[in-house]
């Protein structure tokens, strides 16, 4: 559970090679707000953020 205003992040894509070729990819990742905007205006920058992360893959 992501708490906090999140951050969501998806990418959409096709497998091209391998078991699941032909196959659409959906990435989907969670990340909390205050977490990426501390990090990113800090002095040390963005050094790892913590989140939720789904792949899905769809054959036709």
């Given at each position: 559970m992501?708490?906090?205003t999140?951050?969501?992040v998806?990418?959409v894509?096709?497998?091209?090679?391998?078991?699941?070729?032909?196959?659409?990819?959906?990435r989907?990742?969670?990340f909390v707000?205050?977490?990426?905007?501390?990090?990113?205006?800090?002095?040390?920058?963005?050094?790892?953020?913590r989140?939720?992360?789904?792949?899905?893959?769809?054959?036709?």
């Amino acid at each position: 559970m992501v708490q906090g205003t999140p951050t969501v992040v998806t990418q959409v894509g096709s497998v091209v090679l391998g078991k699941y070729a032909g196959s659409s990819a959906n990435r989907t990742a969670s990340f909390v707000t205050a977490d990426l905007s501390s990090g990113c205006l800090s002095s040390e920058g963005l050094a790892r953020v913590r989140g939720q992360e789904t792949l899905t893959l769809t054959r036709p």
